[in-house]
């Protein structure tokens, strides 16, 4: 910025230049107000000629540079404009929501594979039926697979009345797509050659390593994967209620497959769920059928399973809060937990087993309210002893199988018998011996 120091002998002078330049003076100040030397610094921004000049000059030499190094001038701007294109497109790539990487991802497939966990659940179920929705709304193909059994009743029931294409697998030859999706689980598993499979995408909410070779979403502090899906599908402008604008409509069936599958992860939003999970709830609320929603929880429950109840709650054996049942000969493997479910709801009984049997193999599943019962180190100490038993868990819950005739012994005298079994398994809900 231009200035000029002015010396003033006394302060005619100083009017005088105040009254010839009044418009020149922006700023002036008393520098050092002594007596009889009286500086005056006058700070001048710019003269209307000086300013005319100052431009004059830039311009002349940007025209003098634009003349003499054409090419210098052309680079400089080209690097500017790719520095800022950069930039931009980092912002974009670190702020983008994930639904939308995912779609990135899906341009350029015709057809994907969803694989669900071993014994989907619902909240897998329901996030397959997201992605496969996602997917056909870019016109590629979507097909989901699972492997175990879908045992539960509501589960069959969720199968039945919202999707009916769930395909089973034994093997990684069964899935034909060569992209594979993962859904609820980070590592595919529970099928000959499932550890050789290298997904393009994981979608999960649980701990592990897994991840998918274009894109990866693992959020663990999530209630379920479904809520996941639902903030994708918000995300990408999917409406709930039909509308005039061209959006892709969310339909019910799915809806309310992910509603189902965010209740049962997080007990009704009762239990490990973020403000994700009750925000996925809400978007997905108005598109919830509700007949179709009570099928499902409230399916048609045969005649077995209350017998193999019944037989728990009246014939199970029991030792202060402990309680053991052996039901004997069931058809559907999934009565014992459920009777093992109901048997825990009685009062004063804290910790439960109950086993029965199906094709020659005893099944057990054992429930604990106990804080001193780890019910799944009870199930993993009780098959130790027996060759290829299995059993295990968590604090609360836990299971295991073993073959009949290896718990009795194939011929020497190391077997036991059914009731020997219940033995120890009164020994070590009480704390081993
Ligand atoms: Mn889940």
């Known amino acids: ?55 004059e000059e830039t311009y002349e030499s940007i025209a003098g540079v634009i003349q003499n190094e054409p090419l210098m001038v052309l680079v400089s701007f080209l690097a500017a404009f790719l520095i800022i294109i950069t930039i931009w497109a980092l912002y974009r790539r670190f702020t983008r929501p994930q639904g939308e990487k995912f779609v990135n991802i899906l341009t350029d497939m015709e057809e994907i594979a969803v694989l669900m966990h071993p014994n989907p659940d619902p909240d897998a179920m329901g996030s397959a039926l997201a992605v496969r929705d996602i997917a056909e709304e870019q016109g590629v193909d979507a097909t989901i697979y699972y492997t175990g059994q879908i045992r539960r009743h509501e589960n069959r029931a969720f199968e039945t009345v919202l999707a009916g294409e769930f395909n089973r697998i034994d093997e990684v030859q069964d899935i034909i797509e060569e992209n594979i999706v993962l859904v609820d689980h980070n590592e595919a598993r529970g099928f000959i050659g499932s550890e050789a499979i290298e997904p393009v995408a994981v979608i999960d909410h649980h701990p592990g390593d897994g991840t998918g070779k274009l894109f990866t979403d693992v959020r663990e502090e999530t209630g379920a994967c479904a809520s996941i899906l639902t903030e994708y599908l918000q995300s990408l402008g999917w409406a709930t209620e039909k509308t005039d604008d061209e959006v892709p409509v969310l339909s019910a069936d799915t809806a ?80 014992i937990p459920q009777a093992a479910d109901e048997l825990r709801r009685l009062e004063g009984i804290n910790a439960v087993i109950v086993m029965g049997e199906k094709d020659g193999e005893l099944h057990f599943s054992a429930r604990s309210n106990d804080d001193r019962v780890h019910i799944g180190k009870v199930c993993e100490r009780v098959m130790d002893e027996v060759p290829l038993g299995d059993g295990g868990g968590h604090a609360r819950m836990g299971g295991g199988h073993c073959l009949v005739e290896y718990l009795e012994g194939l011929s020497d005298s190391n077997g036991m018998t059914r009731d020997d079994f219940k033995e120890r398994l009164f020994e070590e809900m009480s704390g081993g011996s």
């Open 1 to 55: 910025m231009p200035f000029i120091t002015v010396k003033l002998l006394d302060d005619s002078i100083s009017a005088a230049v105040n009254t010839h330049t009044p418009r020149l003076i922006r700023y002036f100040q008393i520098k050092s107000p002594l007596r009889g030397n009286t500086q005056l610094r006058l700070r001048v921004m710019s003269s209307y000629m000086e300013i005319r000049e100052g431009v």
């Open 256 to 335: 309310t497959g992910l509603a189902y599958g965010i209740y049962t992860d997080t007990n009704y939003l009762s239990k490990s769920c973020t403000p994700k999970d009750f925000a996925a709830i809400e978007f997905l609320s108005k598109s919830i059928d509700e007949e179709k929603m009570d099928r499902i929880q409230n399916p048609e429950v045969d005649i077995e399973s209350l017998e193999i109840k019944a037989r728990a709650i009246l014939e199970h054996e029991r030792r202060s809060a402990f309680a053991v049942c052996d039901v004997g000969e069931v058809s559907n493997l999934d009565s």
